[in-house]
Each structure stands twice: as structure tokens, then as C-alpha cells.
């Protein structure tokens, strides 16, 4: 089975900086994602991380690190359609979720 | 592209009714396919997932059931609806890739609400 906590919510001013971060245990690994998810919204792949290190993606930026069973999501240069909930989720044979972090950003 | 469509959007079903909800996907071949439901506020929880025509994993005990009649197919059912059974039902597919992994892509789910 997994584990996997991300805090529950956050908030950040319009044009700040905002890192979501996600410990995880598991049995198996072949990768960690992260996904965003509007209300009301299916959620859309935005990250894929299966090596340490960071991945970056525009705004968005993704850190692994394995050993020690921890990502985060980071997010820059804030945008009010950045409110959203974010969703750190981890494969070993299925991919697993944890409960989302909602960030609202506020102007 | 792919493309993931599921159907319907949204039904309000009385408890004791029977659900269908489908999922088709277009632009890709021997997909894994999943089902998947988020109850108000909670996580994403895997229901089904599948590999292929015909093989079916159930992952949590519950009055569901799945199947897949064509390889771009995959059906949630259910017999006789519970209350419990509420929630937002997401199909998605996946097809391993080695810069991408396992990535799943989401349909747009479906709103189901048992009264």
C-alpha cells in the first residue's frame, strides 16, 4: 500500500512563489505526479518526476527526491487560475492519490 | 491525439436503481483504462482498472462492477445503487511510455447523485 500526505490547503498572493510538497511511502515506485484540479473539474496531469532531481515546466516546477520519499510542486509568478487543488499522486503497479492541497490565490 | 469522452455528465438516480456510465477513447490502442471516484472532499480512489478486452481488477469491495467489451471501452455498472455510491466518477486512460511513464489522462467525469 502507499502513503501519501500533502497539506490540505495553502494560500499565496497573486505574483508570489508557492511549493506544495508530498512525503509518500510505498512498496514500489515508478514515478510520482502531480496533477491540478479546478472545482468541479476532472483533474489534468501537469508533472512527471521518476529520477531525483527537478523538473521544470514553465511556471511549474517539480522536485523528487526518492530516498528520502518527498516531492514538492512549485509554483511561480502566481496567477488567480492557479486556485486550484493539486494532487500529488504515486505509481507502483496503480497510480494512488493523496487527498489534494487546495491553494487559493489571492490579488 | 488522444481523446477520452465519458458519459453522462451528471444523473440523479434513486437508491435501488441500476448506473451505466461509459468511457470511449479515441487515438490510441490497447490502452489501460480506470475508473476511478471522488467522493465531496476526499481523494481520488481507484475503483477498476484494466489492461485489456475482457480483464477486469477490481480494487476495493463495493456494489460495482466493470467491464470492457471493446479494447477503447470501459462501462461502470451497478445493479442496485447505494447512497454511499455518490460521488464524482472519473474514467481514465494510460499507455506506458518511456519519457512519460504511466501517465493517466482523465475523462471529464461524471456526477452521480443517489437519492
Known amino acids: 500500500g502507499q502513503n501519501i500526505d500533502q497539506p490540505t490547503e495553502m494560500t499565496a498572493t497573486e505574483g508570489a512563489i508557492v511549493q506544495i510538497n508530498c512525503t509518500y511511502q510505498?512498496?514500489?515506485?515508478?514515478?510520482l505526479f502531480w496533477y491540478q484540479q479546478h472545482a468541479g473539474e476532472a483533474p489534468t496531469f501537469l508533472s512527471y518526476?521518476?529520477?531525483?532531481g527537478l523538473e521544470e515546466k514553465g511556471r511549474f516546477s517539480s522536485f523528487l527526491s526518492r530516498s528520502k520519499g518527498y516531492s514538492y510542486l512549485l509554483l511561480k509568478e502566481l496567477q488567480m487560475k492557479d486556485s486550484a487543488s493539486y494532487l500529488c499522486?504515486?505509481?507502483?503497479?496503480?497510480?494512488?492519490f493523496g487527498a489534494g492541497t487546495t491553494v487559493t490565490v489571492r490579488a | 491525439s488522444q481523446t477520452i469522452h465519458q458519459w453522462p455528465a451528471t444523473l440523479v438516480q434513486p437508491v435501488g436503481s441500476p448506473l451505466s456510465l461509459e468511457c470511449t477513447v479515441e487515438?490510441?490502442?490497447?490502452?489501460?483504462l480506470y475508473w476511478y471516484r471522488q467522493a465531496a472532499g476526499r481523494g481520488l480512489q481507484l475503483l477498476f482498472y484494466s489492461v485489456g478486452i475482457g480483464q477486469i481488477s477490481s480494487e476495493v469491495p463495493q456494489n460495482l462492477s466493470a467491464s470492457r467489451p471493446q479494447d477503447r471501452q470501459f462501462i461502470l455498472s451497478s445493479k442496485k445503487l447505494l447512497l454511499s455510491d455518490s460521488g464524482f466518477y472519473l474514467c481514465?486512460?494510460?499507455?506506458?511510455?518511456?519519457?512519460?511513464?504511466?501517465?493517466?489522462?482523465f475523462g471529464e467525469g461524471s456526477w452521480l447523485t443517489v437519492v
Open positions: 518526476n521518476v529520477l531525483d
Open positions: 499522486a504515486v505509481a507502483d503497479y496503480k497510480l494512488s
Open positions: 487515438g490510441t490502442s490497447n490502452p489501460n
Open positions: 510505498t512498496s514500489g515506485f515508478n514515478g
Open positions: 481514465a486512460w494510460s499507455v506506458l511510455g518511456e519519457a512519460s511513464g504511466n501517465t493517466i489522462y
